[in-house]
Each structure stands twice: as structure tokens, then as C-alpha cells.
């Protein structure tokens, strides 16, 4: 069955490390994107690509970076720069084009401890 | 910028019907989307407007106006397993047609 996988599914993260939440799709869909959530908040964009070898930044990205080196993986990696990084990540992707939905992996659970 | 607003909390009885309103301020405005969110889960899509009506999906049902920049989400037969959050979400052009989405609503079932 098609879709889209992140892992892992908890993360714990020691202050000053660089962390990587990998997201993989296999329904050949063009866009990807990294949201974040806070409890009992809506999701903020982190970042989004379109297309392989771009992206772009959303509202939050400062202290995260993406890579799209294959159409299928869209990993998020986060930096020691991201003063309060605890929160749900989730990685999402749409074939492209207005008219369609997102399709959402089951998330990141990362904590800082 | 964007702003769009839901109710916080809505509670409702098994088998009742609840509508779920969403206002939103946006230039760039395309299209409303509804998703569903179970506790600890992944957003799910339920439903995409891109023009002004009523589109229905068995007991889900979503509306647009786009002159009022209004649109709700419509729950009928309510069942227990519908309680999660439902957030709207605007697609926008000015914002690389993505979509801003809004605090959410918290929708709970009572037997």
C-alpha cells in the first residue's frame, strides 16, 4: 500500500545535538512538506519542496534544514540553533496542484531531555 | 498574512448533528480543506472546496462561501469515533499554495 513513512516515531534529543527525522513516500507525489505541531495547536509549516533539489523555507525555519536529493525522501534535520525543538513532527506530501489534499504520515515525537 | 478562526470545543450527543464554522482572512484565498485528527495521530484529509456549495462525503459534509470567507464542516449521525480535532485549512496562492491551517476544534461524543 502507498504512503508515506516517518521514523522514528519518538526521538529524545540532548541539548546541543543535530537531530534527523526521515520521511519516505511511495506515492510518486511531487510535493513534500515538514509541519510542526504544539499541543493543542494547529501545524505551522516548517519547510516544503515542490520538486527534487529545491526547497523552500515556510514560517518557522529557522534552526531546521532540509535535504530532496530523491523525490521519494524529504528528511528534517534539527539543529542545536532550534532553541525549543519538543514538539509532534509531521511530514506530509500532495501530488501537486491546488485541488489536492495532504497526505500525512504518522508523525515524530521528538522531546528534548 | 492569513488568520482563520474555529471554535475551540464543540460537544455533542451520539447520533446528533454538528456543524463546524471557519472563518478566514486571506488575500491570496484558493481553496478550504477540512482534516481530521485522532489524539497522538496524523491529520487525515476529509474534504477539499474550491468553489462555493455544499460538497458531501457519506456523513461528512463540507460548505463554501467564499463572499463571506466562511465555510463549516458538517458531521451527521454522530458516532463515538468522530471525536478528534478538526482543523480547516486554506490553501493560498500567496503563500506558494499551501496550506495555512487553523487552530482546530476539538469535537467530543457523548454516549
Known amino acids: 500500500d502507498g504512503g508515506i513513512t516517518q521514523s522514528p516515531k519518538y526521538l529524545f534529543r540532548k541539548e546541543g545535538q543535530n537531530v534527523t527525522l526521515s520521511c519516505e513516500q511511495n506515492l510518486n507525489h511531487d510535493a513534500m512538506y515538514w509541519y510542526r505541531q504544539d499541543p493543542g495547536q494547529g501545524l505551522r509549516l516548517i519547510y516544503y519542496s515542490q520538486i527534487v533539489n529545491d526547497f523552500q523555507k515556510g514560517d518557522i525555519a529557522e534552526g531546521y534544514s532540509v535535504s530532496r536529493e530523491k523525490k521519494e525522501s524529504f528528511p528534517l534535520t534539527v539543529t542545536s540553533a532550534q532553541k525549543n525543538p519538543t514538539a509532534f513532527y509531521l511530514c506530509?506530501?500532495?501530488?501537486?496542484?491546488?485541488?489536492?489534499?495532504?497526505?500525512f504520515g504518522s508523525g515524530t515525537r521528538l522531546t528534548v531531555v | 498574512g492569513q488568520s482563520l478562526e474555529q471554535p475551540s470545543e464543540v460537544t455533542a450527543v451520539e447520533g446528533a448533528i454538528v456543524q463546524i464554522n471557519c472563518t478566514y482572512q486571506t488575500s491570496g484565498f484558493y481553496g478550504l480543506s477540512w482534516y481530521q485528527q485522532h489524539d497522538g495521530g496524523a491529520p487525515t484529509f476529509l474534504s477539499y472546496n474550491g468553489l462555493d456549495g455544499l460538497e458531501e462525503t457519506g456523513r461528512f459534509s463540507s460548505f463554501l462561501s467564499r463572499s463571506d470567507s466562511y465555510g463549516y464542516l458538517l458531521l451527521q449521525e454522530l458516532q463515538m469515533k468522530d471525536s478528534a480535532s478538526y482543523f480547516c485549512?486554506?490553501?493560498?496562492?500567496?503563500?506558494?499554495?499551501?496550506?495555512?491551517f487553523g487552530p482546530g476544534t476539538r469535537l467530543s461524543v457523548l454516549p
Open positions: 485549512a486554506v490553501r493560498d496562492r500567496n503563500y506558494g499554495q499551501n496550506f495555512v
Open positions: 506530509a506530501s500532495s501530488p501537486g496542484g491546488p485541488d489536492y489534499g495532504y497526505t
